[in-house]
Nanobody, 115 residues
Framework: QVQLVESGGGLVQPGGSLRLSCAAS????????MSWYRQAPGKQRELVAV???????NYADSVKGRFTISRDNAKNTVYLQMNSLKPEDTAVYYC?????????WGQGTQVTVSS
């Protein structure tokens, strides 16, 4: 079974950039639909970006034009490039993988945008 491990979070100033990574163990990673979600304190978890097995992408309106999701199937890794970060982007970011009945989550990585 695929397991997911996120990395790349941290503290960044407004306007700065971060790149999150989600490394998957196990096989057939390329067949999974991969997503990034985030959850801010006191708020529900929300979808940030999705990338299909074929490379199609979709984004939440709040991050369009600033965030880019990508995947490298040879490395079993999905990325989230985050530019022009805002304080309201502060949250725990989670990687998610879905295929058929499988719905997998990573442990999350904290992103804090503050001066």
């Amino acid at each position: 079974q695929v397991q997911l491990v996120e990395s790349g979070g941290g503290l960044v100033q407004p306007g700065g950039s971060l790149r999150l990574s989600c490394a998957a163990s196990g096989s057939i990673f390329s067949l999974y639909v991969m997503s990034w979600y985030r959850q801010a304190p006191g708020k529900q978890r929300e979808l940030v970006a999705v990338i299909t097995s074929g490379g199609g992408t979709n984004y939440a309106d709040s991050v369009k034009g600033r965030f880019t999701i990508s995947r490298d199937n040879a490395k079993n890794t999905v990325y989230l490039q985050m530019n022009s970060l805002k304080p309201e982007d502060t949250a725990v970011y989670y990687c998610n993988g879905r295929r058929a009945a499988a719905n997998l989550w990573g442990q999350g990585t904290q992103v804090t945008v503050s001066s």
